[in-house]
């Protein structure tokens, strides 16, 4: 596959970071629920290795994955990095007894968690870390003000090269920029579930990317008759014409879709040189009018 059609390239603002715009997201690699390690190791290992060999150079991953697990396994797959591979992390949550997810976010705590992902990452420095704000799959309205300067401190320190912000409303990113610069933001989004639309468009004129979590609906894919009869017509997957759709919907939309299996890797791939023609583009900008699919029950 020809890494430099990865969906295209995107900078960071105000950094040296260019990566390929269809990355990879690390979550499904730990066991089930995000809980514990993964069944087959050797096999999430692989994926790893076989996403980096296709010309990913963004991989999206945290701590609380596992937890530990999956920062371990990126690091026994990867490790020493090659040379132009971002590692972006999350911080703002720690797991609780039986997989469950608590809110951590208190300076100790992110103080703790940075150092977390930088052991068992084996890094030195984090390339990006976002804030996870905690109240649940979709934004809720509260200041994020105190964890965001902790953790604009551990940037200064050295710890932390740049900052994102993560399951934020519109008024919780205009707070954020105010404090730190951002240059990232995660938000649950794709064909369905639009709306961030406005804040997508504002970010791209800010030169700030955009990464959807659940981009093609979380676990279990979007089902859509008018998706599913697109793909037939164009000769492609669902889960295809969902990410390029994407990738088409605005230059600043970063991808990290995430699999535990090979072959799904390479059909994710594949998305990044799919073209949509302008009225099949118009088609699917259509679907979001139907309903939208069911949130995935786990944090990203």
Same mark, same amino acid.
């Given at each position: 596959m020809n890494r430099h059609m990865l969906g295209g390239r995107f900078t960071f603002p105000g950094a040296s970071l260019a990566v390929n715009r269809l990355g990879y997201g690390a979550m499904q690699l730990a066991g089930p629920g995000v809980w514990g390690p993964p069944r087959d190791r050797a096999g999430a290992v692989a994926v790893l290795r076989e996403a980096v060999s296709a010309g990913v150079n963004h991989i999206d991953t945290s701590d609380f994955y596992g937890p530990h697990v999956t920062n371990q396994i990126i690091r026994e797959a990867l490790h020493p990095y090659p040379d132009g591979l971002v590692i972006t %992390?999350?911080?703002? +949550? &720690? &797991?609780?007894?039986g997989g469950t997810w608590l809110p951590a976010w208190s300076g100790e705590e992110l103080t &703790? +968690? /940075?150092?977390?992902?930088? &052991?068992?990452?084996?890094l030195d420095v984090l390339d990006v870390v976002n804030l996870r704000s905690m109240h649940g799959v979709e934004p809720s309205e509260g200041s994020i003000e105190a964890p965001l300067a902790a953790l604009a401190e551990l940037k200064r320190k050295g710890l932390v090269r740049h900052i994102g912000v993560s399951c934020v409303t519109p008024a919780q990113l205009a707070e954020a920029i105010g404090i730190t610069p951002i240059v990232c933001v995660q938000n649950h989004y794709n064909l369905v579930h639009r709306h961030d639309d406005a804040m997508i468009d504002d970010l791209a004129a800010r030169g700030i990317a955009f990464v959807p979590y659940f981009p093609v609906g979380g676990f279990k894919p979007l089902q859509s008759a008018t998706l599913s009869d697109i793909a037939r017509r164009i000769?492609? %997957?669902? /889960?295809?014409? *969902?990410? *390029?759709w994407l990738l088409r919907r605005a230059p600043n939309i970063l991808l990290i879709p995430g699999t535990s299996s090979v072959g799904h890797l390479r059909e994710n791939m594949a998305a990044g040189q799919l073209e949509l023609a302008p009225e099949i583009y118009a088609e699917l900008d259509g679907i979001a009018a139907l309903g939208g699919a069911a949130a995935s029950p786990f944090v990203h």
């Open positions: %992390t999350k911080v703002g +949550a &720690r &797991r609780g007894e &703790r +968690a /940075v150092h977390d992902n930088l &052991r068992n990452l084996g000769g492609s %997957t669902p /889960v295809q014409v *969902a990410l *390029a």
